[in-house]
């Protein structure tokens, strides 16, 4: 049957087709951490085309005394606005099986389908919202302990260095006293791969302080906060590659306050069964659904507008 792979159980000797046991084990997939912290579109969906149209207020300059004059009119300041299109895009995978492969196996062919197709599409809707997060103009890159360029026009340099608490702060700094970003809830949120986490973890400073505040942190492998930024550890490459730099040091990440991400979506992520084929021999089950991720401020560089710090390298 094309649903199984035939492996020789001997390098001679008669094939033999042992019995499958009752319990089906599948292999482990990675953490997803970066859809959750998508807001959505709000009044958009079904039946209102495949695009829509953010609408954004920038910011009015602070005037340099606000003071009036008496007899003199108020000074006027213009309000501009502009928009952002967002055009949501369709998405999917579908495994096939036969009939036949549930009639004669012990294992449920349809519930292990669609198991294996949710785990499937938790990680592409991972990466899909990691690349919008990650498409923003600010780019931070590490090139010495306590070196650091920020581009603020999309593009990027060499690291040469992982993460430490240095960086950290550093980023920290330009979200809160150069961009403005507003804080998601009490702080700022940092999602990096792996080896950006162990580069911080590592850092003198983090160890001195945990030694007081928190002993148990290198225990229990938690990373906590530094300088306001919740840090969270990813697994998932394909979401925030563990090689980035010279000679692979750096694990990519993102740093981001509110509002940083939204979502465009028309129809959910579902799973949907496919219309049996062949008098109900041939059958399958795809995941589907219509929607996009992406930054509000894509499309700049600005204080006030740009909320996300994409720490990366060329």
Known sequence: MANFTWNFDAP??????????????QAAVAETTVAEHASPVGGFGRKQGETVTLKRIKALTEPTSPVLTEGVRIPEDTLTINTKAITVEEIGRAVPYTSLSEDLGAVDMENAVQKELRRQMKLSLDTLAATGIKGGQIKYIPTGVTARTINSDGTTAAASVTMNTWHLEEIRDYLFATLFAPMLGDGYIGIFAQKSIRGIKRSPEWEEWHKYTDPSAKWNNEVGRW????????????AFSNTKGTGSVLGEGVVFGDDALVLAEVIAPELRAGIPADFGRARSVAWYGVLKFDQPWADSGNAGEAKVIHITSS
Do not use: F, M, P, Q
């Open 12 to 25: 001679t000797g008669v094939y033999k087709s042992r019995a499958l046991s009752s319990k089906l084990y």
């Open 227 to 238: 300088e306001n930024i919740r840090l969270i550890e990813s697994n998932h490459t394909n």
